[in-house]
């Protein structure tokens, strides 16, 4: 995976999933922090993504020409 597809998120097993991609680890530490102090007792996770997957569409390609 290329840095520049790198990305955190922040994640709290109590509440809904995390949509918000952040470019730094550090934006997404300030990010957690910022949500454990209004949800005191809750735990905030900052996830990295460490790979990524995707499905490429079928590719056909004709080898010979058809003789009509």
Same mark, same amino acid.
């Given at each position: 995976?290329? $840095?520049? $597809?790198?990305?955190?998120?922040?994640?709290?097993?109590?509440?809904?999933?995390?949509?918000?991609?952040?470019?730094?680890?550090?934006?997404? +530490?300030?990010?957690?922090?910022? *949500?454990?102090?209004?949800?005191?007792?809750? +735990?905030?996770?900052? *996830?990295?993504? #460490?790979?990524? +997957?995707? #499905?490429? $569409?079928?590719? +056909?390609?004709? #080898?010979?020409?058809?003789?009509?």
């Amino acid at each position: 995976m290329n $840095d520049g $597809d790198a990305f955190w998120m922040v994640w709290n097993p109590n509440g809904h999933a995390p949509t918000y991609r952040h470019s730094s680890r550090h934006s997404a +530490t300030v990010e957690a922090e910022r *949500l454990a102090r209004g949800n005191r007792g809750q +735990t905030f996770f900052v *996830l990295q993504a #460490l790979s990524k +997957t995707v #499905l490429v $569409d079928i590719q +056909t390609k004709q #080898l010979t020409e058809v003789p009509f």
